[in-house]
């Protein structure tokens, strides 16, 4: 069983991320003309920023896995890469509502998601069989 590739479901991916985007960017901007700062208007705030920054992503990691890579990926992957530059986004939005957000900081997290990236990619290479590329 292959994974589906980006080349066969363009549509739905690119509709997904407009829906994403929609949904984050809409409702961040109602959250923020028409709430008050409260417990649920933050947690709000950092679902709707997860959505609206990796819907944003999508395109961009589209474009990126396209220039740069040596093979299409999967839908998976640049869905888990989407969701890992919100979680980004969010977890240093987090940081700097306590004012504890630094450069080194912001690198060090950045890095450590990185490489969480990279060792998940190494393991799905690992798990590779060769009885599966005829199939493709």
Known sequence: MTRPRISEHITEVYLAASTLMFVGWGGLLALLLLTVPHVFA???FF?????????TAIPFIIFLSKR???TPISVDVLMRRAIWVGVIGCILAWLQLGRALTWTIG??????????????EIRERS???PENTNEE
């Open 47 to 55: 679902l709707l920023a997860l959505s609206a920054l990796s819907g």
């Open 42 to 44: 933050r947690w709000m």
């Open 107 to 120: 690198l060090l997290i950045v890095s450590v998601i990185v490489a969480i990236e990279w060792l998940i």
């Open 68 to 70: 740069f890579g040596k």
């Open 127 to 129: 798990l590779w069989n």
